[in-house]
């Protein structure tokens, strides 16, 4: 009889056998889905042409103004790193710090901060692309599936702050928010997911992707030319970029078609605006409402991000609803952490609040200093790092988990 991870053959046989008869189950229940959906499109199509055409062509412009000059060189970075990156652990004293201070890997800290500099579904393209080539584990992966997620930089401080608020240190307040909420995203998976413990070398204990399994044996022996990998990486990123635009310019058309259906409520046409497309709901809600809603809209992302990410990180496999309970979180956490931020650095908000009172606010000339970004953002990472050593360590977990088994008998 041979055990694998304590499981003999039988075990492993119908546990696989009931994992696809769910998979089959799931993808009866989707095609129905997509059939029911793709009728009612095509009815909405029939009675509203000029409103879906104009939404598209609002897509196709955000794609070429916002999206693709920002999103590209990142999702290049990103494809450059992963086909770089080795599957051997080479990185046993970065990794060994990480650990102790965020509870993952060095390769996994790389992927958070590309997440946060690229943009929403750099993180995931990254992190799929890692899977796909061993460097990290499928626990590992769908760890961080659900918090390499951010807005980007240039998202934040030149499209949100300098083009829409009109305030690039407003811009960089945001981005010191993400920042911040990305750290307490980490340590809140820590403590609810807790599936990280040291990388799992890829030979040994990890079994690579069905569908990529061949090309990993000769994958570390393979030297590629600089010519090569440039080339290679710019070609992915333009796939996975172009892929994302489509995305976005079919949720431009449908919400050209849905926003009319719901002009007889302007809250609620501006709040399914907001969660619907972050683009558009950050633009429609810039000179209107508070920056820790604004702050919520780019935590959450947007239902047209959330299927991007699906898309991107297609190898892994992950709960869409534990996704989307993440987002969530992050997006009021994100909102929080703005108006903590606001308290310390009060920034000029072209907003008139409309859910309060509040107005706009003077920018004193000491809130243009960035080292005092710097300075909260280091504060705030020490607080992270002793409630992580404090709370998250395994063994101060298992030792505690004894006294209460001991204390019990």
Not at 316 to 334: C, T
Request: aromatic share 14%; hydrophobic share 45%.
């Amino acid at each position: 009889m041979i055990y694998v991870n304590g499981k003999n053959n039988k075990t492993i046989q119908g546990e696989k056998n009931e994992y696809l008869q769910q998979t089959k189950v799931k993808k009866s229940h989707g095609k129905l889905l997509a059939m029911a959906l793709s009728l009612l499109f095509f009815l909405l199509l029939l009675m509203f042409p000029a409103q879906s055409s104009k939404g598209t062509l609002q897509g196709i412009n955000l794609c070429i103004e916002t999206l693709l000059p920002s999103l590209f060189p990142f999702m290049f970075v990103s494809a450059l790193f992963s086909s770089s990156v080795s599957t051997k652990n080479s990185h046993k004293k970065l990794d060994c710090f990480f650990q102790k201070v965020l509870g993952i890997d060095f390769s996994c800290v790389q992927s958070l901060l590309l997440a946060a500099f690229g943009g929403y579904p750099v993180g995931a393209v990254t992190v799929n692309n890692l899977y796909k080539k061993g460097v990290l584990t499928e626990k590992q992966s769908r760890f961080m599936i659900y918090i390499a997620f951010g807005s980007g930089m240039g998202f934040l401080v030149s499209y949100t702050g300098a083009n829409l608020l009109s305030s690039r240190e407003t811009g960089v307040l945001l981005f010191s928010a993400q920042l911040i909420t990305i750290l307490f995203m980490v340590l809140l998976s820590r403590i609810f997911l807790r599936p990280l413990g040291k990388q799992i070398k890829a030979e040994k204990n990890f079994t690579f992707p069905e569908h990529n399994k061949k090309n990993h044996s000769n994958i570390d022996r393979e030297e590629k030319s600089l010519f090569s990998l440039i080339f290679q990486s710019a070609l992915t990123a333009g796939k996975s970029a172009f892929s994302m635009c489509l995305i976005v310019v079919l949720f431009s058309a449908v919400s050209g078609i849905i926003l009319p259906l719901l002009s007889y409520n302007s809250f609620l046409r501006d709040n399914f605006l907001a969660l619907w497309e972050v683009s558009a709901g950050v633009k429609n809600f810039a000179n209107s409402a508070p920056l820790w809603f604004l702050g919520f809209i780019t935590g959450f992302g947007g239902i047209c991000v959330h299927l991007q990410v699906y898309f991107a990180a297609k190898d892994i496999s992950f709960s869409k609803s534990l996704f989307f309970i993440f987002r969530v979180m992050q997006g009021f956490i994100n909102g929080c952490v703005i108006n903590v931020l606001t308290m310390f650095f009060p920034v000029f908000e072209n907003t008139a609040d409309v859910f309060s009172s509040v107005t706009e606010k003077p920018l004193p000339e000491d809130a243009e200093n960035p080292l005092k970004f710097i300075i909260l953002i280091f504060v705030c990472f020490c607080f992270l790092f002793s409630l992580g050593q404090k709370f998250c360590e395994p063994k101060h977990i298992t030792q505690l988990k004894e006294k209460l088994n001991f204390s019990r008998r």
